[in-house]
């Protein structure tokens, strides 16, 4: 956008250590935001990891159906033993060791499961891990050369105190199991390995004979499996999770960054406004913010160089009356006649009257911002409001002084959303106006209509006077600040330009438009101004 005011652009090389801060904090490619976004990517995918890598529901679910499915074989072997007669003695029953071990040999098929068999001693009768072509334990270790010392072997102790800790959970068990009571288990093997066991007495009738336990071994081999399924998947997250940061840091902090620099920059540099060219194409939010940004600031450059503008007009209009007084001491003086030292006493009077009134009405006019931004707009009637300020200028109207009429023609509503207090000083500033212009037995006459012709703006106030009119090239610069054009016999220094620039000011902030023409007969000679106001409407009487 272009723009004759100074603009302020952020140097992407700019660190945030380059920058002016009252603190040091740690940063992702220079920026903070970047930072949080990533440690919390990062910190959801990691939970999300940690929890998959446990597995803790899973694991129980896992277990639990393994005890499950060891408990039926195990109750449908127990059954079978205790039912077939593999027992000897009458009447007190026993197991048969042999022809018990040789039937849990020839019937059970171990797909990776370990039976036992034990008789009510607690002995062990059959171990399917016996019979089987698989040799547990580790591979023997390398010969030593010749004449070394054979070195004691490594973890010893460690192997007894597990085989111990082993037998002893497996002793409790079957105790358990040998006084009737089901047992379901996970306990730690001979190797250490982790094993789902369950332990079932055999009975005969309602006698025990003994104890079948089966067990199985490969539960931490499935939950490797599944973690080493899941890995990959993890690992894609996590990419995903760096890319998902790294576009976050680029298309948003790192933009951002830029905005406070280039805000900064404006801060340090003295520049009137932000301008990034490549943030505000952009048709997302940050675009939305660079835009909003630039506009911001260009609007405040406009407001400084307004202000600057209005100090130098102010500066250069209480200059002449403080000129034209300094002329009148001085020669004072040297005046000797009554008569001149009369003339120059009602100079100063007069300068005096024009400071004040020109004080004041510059007061007024600096306070307006304030005022406007002040107040929440609310509801105003025109027609009530208009009524009030014409009863005051009947009750307080002097002799000679023009009188002011008001006329209705509008349908409907005469409400508009503002400020009542403003919106009387834009009427009565145009009455003032109206009235010093107009001849002797005229009058001032205010319309208040609608006009369809602007949909935005329907409601129209018109003042209207009989006086000498607005010359053609004026009718715009009549609005402007301190701009005079009175007629001949007019008080000098009675106005000081500012009513119809407060005007303007005014109604624009109350989103209308007041314009300035000529009234004129058929033959085209003027026959007086006119001021139209235009406003819009609430929609509804206040």
């Given at each position: 956008m272009a723009s004759a005011i100074d603009t302020a652009r952020a140097d992407p090389s700019e660190t945030?250590?380059?920058?002016?801060?009252?603190?040091?904090?740690?940063?992702?490619?220079?920026?903070?935001?970047?930072g949080l976004i990533l440690a919390l990517n990062l910190l959801s995918l990691l939970i999300l990891f940690g929890g998959a890598l446990a597995l803790n529901e899973w694991n129980r679910g896992l277990v639990q159906a393994r005890q499950e499915s060891l408990r039926v074989q195990a109750e449908l072997l127990s059954n079978v033993l205790g039912q077939l007669g593999i027992t000897r003695g009458e009447p007190s029953p026993a197991l048969d060791p042999i022809a018990a071990s040789q039937w849990l040999r020839d019937n059970f098929i171990p797909s990776g499961q370990r039976a036992r068999l034990y008789d009510a001693d607690g002995l062990l009768v059959s171990d399917s891990l016996s019979v089987t072509d698989a040799i547990p334990g580790n591979p023997l270790p390398p010969a030593n050369p010749a004449g070394k010392p054979v070195a004691p072997p490594s973890g010893t102790e460690a192997e007894r105190e597990t085989l111990a800790l082993a037998n002893e959970a497996l002793g409790a068990e079957i105790e358990a199991a040998l006084l009737g009571v089901p047992q379901a288990t996970v306990r730690r093997s001979e190797t250490g390995g982790r094993v789902v066991s369950v332990s079932l007495p055999v009975r005969h009738v309602q006698q025990v004979l003994g104890v079948l336990t089966l067990e199985v071994g490969d539960v931490d081999q499935i939950l490797d499996a599944q973690r080493r399924a899941l890995l990959p998947f993890a690992l894609v997250a996590l990419a995903v999770?760096?890319?998902?940061?790294?576009?976050?840091?680029?298309f948003v902090a790192r933009p951002v960054m830029r905005l406070s620099a280039a805000a900064d920059q404006v801060k340090l540099q003295r520049a009137r406004a932000i301008s990034l060219p490549d943030l505000e194409e952009r048709k997302d939010e940050i675009g939305d913010l660079a835009r909003s940004l630039e506009s911001m600031t260009e609007t405040l450059s406009a407001r400084m160089d307004a202000i600057e503008r209005f100090a130098a007009d102010v500066a250069h209009e209480i200059k002449n009356p403080l000129t034209s007084i300094r002329s009148a001491l001085e020669t004072l003086d040297l005046v000797k006649d009554p008569a001149q030292r009369e003339r120059l006493a009602r100079v100063l009077q007069q300068d005096v009257r024009r400071l004040d009134r020109l004080i004041t009405d510059i007061s007024n006019a600096s306070r307006l911002d304030a005022e406007l931004s002040r107040e929440r707009p609310r509801p105003v009637d025109l027609t009530t409001l208009l009524t009030d300020i014409v009863g005051v200028y009947d009750t307080t109207?002097?002799?000679?002084?023009?009188?002011?009429?008001?006329?209705?023609?509008?349908?409907?509503s005469t409400g508009v959303l503002g400020q009542d207090g403003p919106l009387g000083q834009v009427f009565r500033n145009l009455i003032d106006n109206a009235r010093s212009f107009s001849p002797e037995g005229s009058d001032v006459r205010l319309t208040v209509r609608r006009d369809d012709s602007d949909p935005g703006r329907p409601l129209r106030v018109l003042v209207e006077d009989d006086g000498p009119g607005i010359p053609p090239e004026n009718l715009e610069t009549v609005f402007e600040r301190f701009y005079t054009s009175r007629p001949k016999g007019t008080a000098f220094g009675a106005n000081s330009g500012l009513g119809l620039s407060i005007v303007r000011q005014i109604v624009e902030a109350h989103g209308g438009r007041v314009t300035a023409s000529n009234r004129t007969d058929a033959a085209?000679?003027?026959?007086?101004?006119?001021?139209?106001?235009?406003?819009?409407?609430?929609?509804?009487?206040?």
């Open positions: 945030a250590e380059d920058r002016p801060s009252g603190r040091r904090l740690i940063r992702f490619g220079g920026s903070r935001l970047g999770n760096l890319l998902a940061s790294l576009l976050l840091h680029l109207s002097k002799p000679g002084e023009a009188p002011v009429r008001l006329s209705i023609t509008a349908a409907g085209g000679n003027v026959l007086g101004a006119r001021f139209e106001v235009a406003l819009p409407t609430t929609g509804r009487r206040a």
